[in-house]
């Protein structure tokens, strides 16, 4: 049975910097792309990044360019979401999922996206 876990949430100052961890059991995340969404109390969720299956290809809400970062590592089965000057607005809880092929292509509105984490908190403050 597959499953995601997220990790990394914490309690952070504005402007500092964090690593989320989405790693797989059950299945392979090889052949598959993967993206990160977040959802904030009160709001629609939100597609954050999107990574291909081979890595080759990756895409970002324009509301975390230059800020973030996606990875994945195969071997481990983990995909990794580096996050740096983090805002207040940042806070959310944190879903990675896996989509149903290897693309990225539309990815914000988590369409085709079949196995989602539990998520982790990152709660940015001061």
């Known amino acids: 049975q597959l499953q995601l876990v997220e990790s990394g949430g914490d309690l952070l100052q504005p402007g500092g910097s964090l690593r989320l961890s989405c790693r797989a059991s059950?299945?392979?995340?090889?052949?598959?792309?993967i993206g990160w969404f977040r959802q904030a109390p009160g709001k629609e969720r939100e597609g954050v990044s999107c990574?291909?299956?081979?890595?080759?290809?990756?895409d970002y809400a324009d509301s975390v360019k230059g800020r973030f970062t996606i990875s994945r590592d195969n071997a481990k089965n983990t995909v990794y979401l580096e996050m740096s000057s983090l805002k207040p607005e940042d806070t959310a809880v944190y879903y990675c999922?896996?989509?149903?092929?290897?693309?990225?292509?539309?990815?914000?509105?988590?369409?085709?996206?079949?196995?989602w984490g539990q998520g982790t908190q990152v709660t940015v403050s001061s």
């Open positions: 990574i291909s299956s081979r890595g080759g290809s990756t």
């Open positions: 999922a896996r989509r149903r092929y290897i693309y990225c292509a539309d990815f914000e509105g988590g369409s085709e996206f079949e196995y």
């Open positions: 059950g299945v392979t995340l090889d052949y598959y792309a």
